[in-house]
T-cell receptor, first 111, second 115 residues
Framework: RKEVEQDPGPFNVPEGATVAFNCTYS??????FFWYRQDCRKEPKLLMS???SGNEDGRFTAQLNRASQYISLLIRDSKLSDSATYLC????????????FGGGTRVLVKP | DVKVTQSSRYLVKRTGEKVFLECVQD?????MFWYRQDPGLGLRLIYF???????EKGDIPEGYSVSREKKERFSLILESASTNQTSMYLC??????????????FGQGTRLTVV
């Protein structure tokens, strides 16, 4: 079983709609969690950190469920520019704060 | 702004060559990472380092080695390049200090082709 798993998609989303997807992780000792965005042929960039109580940044909402070991990302009022691959990242908290990436979820927002 | 700089955007090397990929960060981060990214396989960790002269194997260290002689620089070495090492290589760095955030910052990537 992979340590961090994501549905690869693609999620085809009409412009203006809401889309949500999850990421599951296997290490219950994982300490911190992030969502990254990666555009085609570019490096990943931090979208948002995920806090225990859940957090929101504009149209983006991230949730953490420690009991079930997953995090989620919800995008409201999708824009064409939201089309990208969204990577789930887990910090296992070991020496060096090893970061493990999920395979990514591809989102395509269409007019 | 944190800056992570990789020495080359594109590189073409011959099978059997020794290849050096260099990465420099300017934020005094303790941790540095090398990943490779391939279609359908996502980002896979090759090696990481949490301190000068310290290194830890990631998930796919075979065929690679690393060097961290200075805090700001982390080098990935392909001892004898093979065609299956053709990939996008991404360097990242992160801080150990929770107050400054522990997320990773990436370089722009090096697309290596081994012929």
């Amino acid at each position: 079983r992979k340590e961090v798993e994501q549905d690869p998609g693609p999620f085809n989303v009409p412009e203006g709609a809401t889309v949500a997807f999850n990421c599951t992780y296997s290490n219950s000792a994982s300490q911190s969690f992030f969502w990254y965005r990666q555009d085609c042929r570019k490096e990943p960039k931090l979208l948002m950190s995920v806090y225990s109580s859940g957090n929101e940044d504009g149209r983006f909402t991230a949730q953490l469920n420690r009991a079930s070991q997953y995090i989620s990302l919800l995008i409201r009022d999708s824009k064409l520019s939201d089309s990208a691959t969204y990577l789930c990242v887990v910090n296992e908290g070991a020496a060096g704060n090893k970061l493990t990436f999920g395979g990514g979820t591809r989102v395509l927002v269409k007019p | 702004d944190v800056k992570v700089t990789q020495s080359s955007r594109y590189l073409v090397k011959r099978t059997g060559e020794k290849v050096f990929l260099e990465c420099v960060q300017d934020m005094d981060h303790e941790n540095m990472f090398w990943y490779r990214q391939d279609p359908g396989l996502g980002l896979r960790l090759i090696y990481f380092s949490y301190d000068v002269k310290m290194k830890e194997k990631g998930d796919i260290p075979e065929g690679y080695s690393v060097s961290r002689e200075k805090k700001e620089r982390f080098s990935l070495i392909l001892e004898s390049a093979s065609t299956n090492q053709t990939s996008m290589y991404l360097c990242a760095s992160s801080s150990d200090k929770p107050e400054s955030g522990t997320e990773a910052f990436f370089g722009q990537g090096t697309r290596l082709t081994v012929v």
